[in-house]
């Protein structure tokens, strides 16, 4: 059996791990008394009556689906779509950008909500209210709040992120577009000086937006500050492009079509001073530079921080759509029967191509409900855990994402197929997740990279080679704890052997410390194959880890539901092999 042949890979690799036992699973009487709602409650972070309230929201005409409109039709419906949104009210309440900071957790339960009516909705209110009015939010001062977020929240100044360039996706700290200070007028000069250095792939820019959080090198007094953002009208209040900017639009796309991408360059376009957003770094009249904080490089640590909540919404995205697929395919598993009564789900083979993907979702649920704690919930958050966490399960679950989707679409045969099944839909929309806000490979690069910097990692020592085998493979039912343990090794089995990879090529580099530095470096990417394995290591050893402290709190028949999970999360998983 597959689950065999998996455990069998994982004994041969990680005999050394430390087991710890855990309870047995599978009972069957435990697993047929799970109340529904209790689930229900356990999946939903929190918000359940927001949460709510938006959904019944989405019930109305304007919000189902029409596949039969043309592009411009598309993208107008969604417009109208955002519009109704933020006119609606949600128990007492409407949606209010300052949530961003002030609320998080409802800013964010309203927003992921909009991902169970259509994809191209969710981004575009992302784009709006995340990237460009978070980043006002977090960035800019009172004077920006007070101009800015109002109309905001109306849709009156449609908003749009421009931090990629054509030539800088990944490297952002490496984009060239410039804002030179003129003390003489008080104005920021923005400029872009080459096609290289223009927007690219800018959400909202293509037909509606009319101002743009625009991140630039700055300079004042001849001095290089770094990357800045700063507020730019691209249109004015009835819709012509601003002088010195030009727009265009990127056209119809392999998906997410309601969303008006575009491409935009800066002919010395010059905005007021208060156009700076000041919260961490201020030019004042007469041309000084100030910054609480002292580097380049801090700061600009600082300007991209807002990503991590564009992260983890597209990451619950990502989840939404796996709890969309695999409801969608279960359930005509449930109903359709073949070669006579027998139904497809009865199946072993159809079983074993939907039930992993169920069981990676709420693995992956709730991992994402400890990286809200982690990041919303805490007095002082710890924000290396929050990158680590927000990088990884952003990778994870967009990648998971491509593939439950396909298994389920499969497992729906022809009627799979059919834009009104929403898989197939859902497929091409989300297609883009895997490498926008932050691609996969680069996110678990930075998973390991965190990992290494750890100063525990110098003191781990190799596991012991003299020790006893772990005889799981032909037990009737493997404990999720046995399983937690031997993720847990894995994973420290993949430092080590990236640890002392950079460790050999700095030892080799017979230079000094700038030498050693660089054949470290060196070294870490020759060997990303095994840098991508262990940010996927570190985040199931993590889900696993969270889904058994859920356990622990849960009465018996939820221990029991979600220890099968668990199991079937990565006894089955479809990734391949673990190492």
Same mark, same amino acid.
């Given at each position: ?20 036992? +855990? ?62 949104? @933020?006119?609606? $009210? ?126 630039? !090198? ?7 500050? +770094? ?15 601003? =002088? ?29 001073? $208060?156009?700076? #957003? ?15 904080? =002292?580097? @380049? ?18 990451? %619950? ?12 395919? #279960? ?19 159809? %079983? ?11 693995? #992956? ?16 958050? $710890? ?22 989707? %396909? ?74 704890? !046995? ?27 017979? +230079? ?22 262990? +940010? ?12 058994? $402290? ?30």
């Amino acid at each position: 059996m597959e689950a065999n042949r998996r455990l069998n890979v994982l004994e041969r690799q990680l005999c050394a791990a430390q087991v710890v036992e +855990g309870p047995e699973l599978f009972e069957a009487a435990a697993l047929s008394a799970i109340c529904p709602k209790q689930l229900e409650s356990l999946l939903v972070h929190d918000n359940a009556e927001l949460r709510s309230a938006v959904y019944d929201l989405l019930k109305e005409d304007i919000f189902k689906p029409n596949h039969y409109l043309s592009l411009l039709e598309f993208r107008e419906l969604t417009l109208q779509r955002l519009k109704r949104f @933020v006119t609606a $009210d949600f128990n007492g309440r409407g949606f209010d950008v300052r949530d961003y900071l002030d609320d998080p957790r409802r800013f964010m339960a309203q927003l992921e909500s909009l991902s169970f009516c259509d994809y191209s909705l969710a981004i575009k209110a992302g784009v709006h209210f995340t990237l460009c009015g978070g980043t006002i939010c977090k960035l800019g001062t009172a004077k920006h709040h007070d101009a800015l977020l109002p109309r905001l929240n109306t849709l009156d100044l449609p908003g749009c992120f421009g931090m990629t360039e054509l030539g800088h996706g990944s490297n952002v700290m490496g984009i060239e577009t410039a804002a030179v200070y003129d003390a003489s007028s008080q104005e920021f000069v923005i400029t872009t000086p080459s096609n290289e250095a223009s927007k690219f792939w800018i959400g909202g820019s293509g037909q509606h937006g009319k101002i743009c959080s625009v991140f630039a !090198q700055l300079t004042v007094n001849g001095v290089w500050q +770094g990357p800045h953002v700063f507020m730019v009208r691209i249109r004015d209040d009835n819709g012509a492009v601003s =002088p010195g900017v030009r727009i265009k639009d990127h056209g119809p796309k392999m998906g997410l079509n309601g969303v008006d991408n575009g491409q935009i360059w800066f002919d010395s376009v010059r905005v007021p001073r $208060d156009s700076l #957003l000041d919260r961490y770094a201020s030019v004042d009249a007469a041309g000084n530079y100030s910054s609480p904080i =002292p580097t @380049v490089s801090a700061r600009f640590g600082t300007m991209v921080g807002g990503l991590t909540t564009g992260r983890i919404l597209i990451g %619950q995205g990502a989840i939404t759509a796996c709890m969309i697929g695999t409801t969608i395919a #279960l359930r005509y598993a449930a109903d359709r029967p073949q070669f006579g009564s027998k139904l497809i789900g009865d199946y072993l083979t159809h %079983q074993r191509r939907l039930l992993p993907g169920l069981a990676v979702t709420y693995a #992956l649920q709730l991992g994402m409900k400890q990286l809200k704690v982690a990041a919303f919930d805490s007095p002082r958050p $710890d924000p290396k855990l929050v990158h680590v966490l927000s990088s990884g399960l952003k990778a994870a679950a967009t990648w998971s994402r491509v593939e439950v989707l %396909q298994q389920c679409r499969e497992c729906c045969g022809g009627m799979g197929f059919l834009a009104a099944n929403k898989i197939g839909p859902m497929k091409t929309d989300m297609d883009v997740d895997v490498t926008f806000e932050g691609d996969n490979t680069v996110m678990m690069q930075q998973v390991a990279r965190a990992l290494l910097d750890d100063p525990a990692t110098a003191r781990l020592t190799q596991p012991s080679t003299r020790c006893e085998r772990i005889p799981l493979a032909n037990s009737p039912a493997a404990s999720a704890g !046995q399983l937690h343990s031997l993720l847990q090794a894995h994973e420290r089995c993949l430092l080590l052997q990236l640890r002392d990879a950079m460790a050999a090529a700095a030892a080799a580099s017979g +230079g000094g410390k700038a030498a050693a530095a660089a054949a470290a470096s060196a070294a870490f990417e020759e060997n990303l194959d095994l840098v991508v394995l262990l +940010g996927w290591a570190h985040v199931e050893s993590r889900c696993m880890g969270y889904m058994l $402290d859920e356990a622990r709190w849960a009465d018996r028949c939820f221990k029991c539901c979600i220890e099968c999970k668990s199991a079937a999360c990565w006894l089955h998983a479809g990734r391949g092999e673990v190492g």
